[in-house]
């Protein structure tokens, strides 16, 4: 058993000189081209900062946030909003390119708008204009508005009536003269009431359309331009740079060690030749 044991370790030795020796020439290989794997991939990152600052045009964005009236749907007035037409007639007021996006929330009626251009301000003025034209475009028609309108009169004496009704009936249940009809009674006054109230606030917002009043946010100013994005461009520039000259390393001192091996030569000459390279 001990002399089996012996054997195994011996056995074993040489496979972990091996790798030792294989770790040590990759670290020598590194050292030899440290130069290489430093300035490379810093000159690849001072020529993608230098292009992302001088040669990409800054993008700047403004954003507001408007809420949507209820009983609306917000993803009308986000496609609105965003739409070719509201777009080309911004464009010719401004006289600028008009490039924007909106997006609703999942879980309210929040319309965020973002708009893009070549300065924060024209991204400003682009949000605000915006906004005047969907305004505009969610504003009645007039035969519409005056149905509206009437409606709107008739319930509101509606709601004159029922609340009369409701004192009368509250005064006299505070009399003491309480029945199971008038408690009814008044139960249900109190409900067609609500409901009136519900009804009028709906048509008013129905009639007003949108507004500046519902902006809870007004279009930002930009102090800094959302894209490029310098810093992010310049690291994976170094980083990708650096993989791919620590891979040209690698790859050129194995086909050294390859060259200088009799067994591995023929291989090489043959890899070469389906590469088109000069043996």
Do not use: H
């Not at 009704?165 to 505070?174: H, R, S, V």
């Not at 199971?180 to 917002?205: C, F, P, V």
């Amino acid at each position: 058993f001990v002399m089996n044991t012996q054997n195994a370790l011996a056995t074993a030795q040489p496979c972990t000189d091996g790798d030792e020796i294989n770790l040590l020439e990759l670290l020598v290989v590194i050292a030899e081209n440290l130069k290489l794997l430093i300035l490379g991939p810093l000159i690849a990152a001072a020529i993608a900062w230098g292009i992302a600052s001088y040669q990409i045009s800054p993008v700047y964005e403004s954003i507001s946030v408007i809420i949507a009236p209820q009983r609306s749907n917000p993803q009308v007035i986000a496609r609105l909003a965003q739409s070719a037409d509201t777009l080309a007639a911004v464009s010719k007021a401004l006289g600028i390119p008009a490039n924007a996006s909106a997006a609703v929330g999942r879980q309210d009626n929040l319309i965020t708008l973002t708009t893009y251009s070549a300065t924060a301000e024209q991204a400003q003025a682009l949000n605000n204009a915006i906004w005047v034209q969907v305004f505009a475009q969610t504003q009645q028609p007039a035969d519409k508005a005056q149905q509206l309108q009437t409606r709107l009169k008739i319930l509101q004496e509606s709601l004159a009536a029922s609340s009369t009704l409701e004192q009368a009936t509250a005064k006299q249940l505070a009399s003491g003269q309480i029945t199971e009809a008038t408690a009814r009674l008044y139960s249900d006054i109190q409900n067609a009431t609500a409901q009136r109230i519900r009804d009028i606030a709906d048509l008013e917002a129905e009639l007003s359309g949108l507004s500046s009043n519902n902006l809870i946010q007004q279009a930002t100013l930009s102090t800094a331009p959302s894209k490029p994005k310098k810093t992010l461009i310049t690291a994976v520039t170094f980083l990708a740079t650096g993989m791919a000259l620590l891979i040209f390393v690698f790859t050129r001192q194995a086909m050294r060690n390859a060259s200088q091996n009799p067994e591995q030569a023929e291989t090489l000459r043959r890899l070469r030749a389906a590469l088109g390279m000069k043996a």
